[in-house]
């Protein structure tokens, strides 16, 4: 049986994670409310706004019900503005940043630049079972520090010659993955971060 695989369908890359997870040989199940969330075996959080998707998710009363759903052993991929909705805390957050909390990792907002600073890079997965993938990177944050428990699965280097700087752009806690980058954006490629989160995440 396919298993059900739910986008938080609030604001964002609603669309394209849903394909992604169709051509992953899942069924893509849009999440709006408390209720949908009994539907599904894992989520994915988009990209997209995270100040706008937080205050969504207090509007639409289901930050709590994620936390507790999350925390429960529900399996979480969060991608850009999904990681930061994920980590504990946040640098460079709005004043009313609000996030689930439930990974624990320190993010930093808009870390790689503004919207002209967006970039691709090839970035080698073979550490989760991927080849080499070229990574979308959109206003993206990175993880500035991780718990023991979270294991680092891609790094990538930024800043001048004389002082390179690496910086975590993909990780997993348990049952909980977060990337920094758009995995769901490239068309003709497979989906190789959405195959493992569904083959050995939410396993």
């Known amino acids: 049986m396919k298993k059900r695989v739910g986008v938080l369908a609030l604001q964002g890359d ?25 539907s599904i075996d894992a ?8 100040t706008t998707i937080g ?3 207090r509007i639409f009363e289901l930050i709590d019900p994620l936390k507790k759903s999350i925390s429960d052993g529900l399996p979480v991929f ?7 909705l994920l980590a504990k805390d946040v640098i460079d957050g709005s004043h009313d940043q609000e996030t689930i909390g439930t ?17 691709e890079k090839p970035l080698d997965l073979s550490n989760i079972g991927a080849g ?6 959109i206003r993206a944050p990175w993880i500035e520090k991780q718990g023991s428990n979270v294991q ?3 790094s990538v280097e930024s800043g001048h010659e004389s002082r390179r ?29 959405h195959e493992y989160f569904i083959r050995e995440v939410a396993s």
């Open 132 to 137: 080499s993938v070229t990574a979308v990177f």
């Open 165 to 193: 700087e690496s910086h975590i752009v993909l990780a997993r806690q348990d049952r909980q993955l977060a990337a920094s980058f758009h995995p769901e954006i490239l068309e003709g490629q497979r989906y190789e971060v």
């Open 78 to 84: 969060g991608t850009c503005a999904g990681m930061i």
């Open 103 to 119: 990974m624990d990792i320190t993010v930093r907002r808009n870390a790689f630049g503004r919207q002209v600073d967006s970039f």
């Open 55 to 57: 205050k969504l998710l």
């Open 152 to 154: 680092t699965l891609a």
């Open 14 to 38: 609603v669309r394209e994670h849903s394909r992604a997870i169709q051509k992953s040989g899942a069924l893509s199940v849009s999440v709006r409310r408390q209720e949908d969330l009994a």
């Open 43 to 50: 989520l994915i959080i988009p990209g997209g706004e995270s």
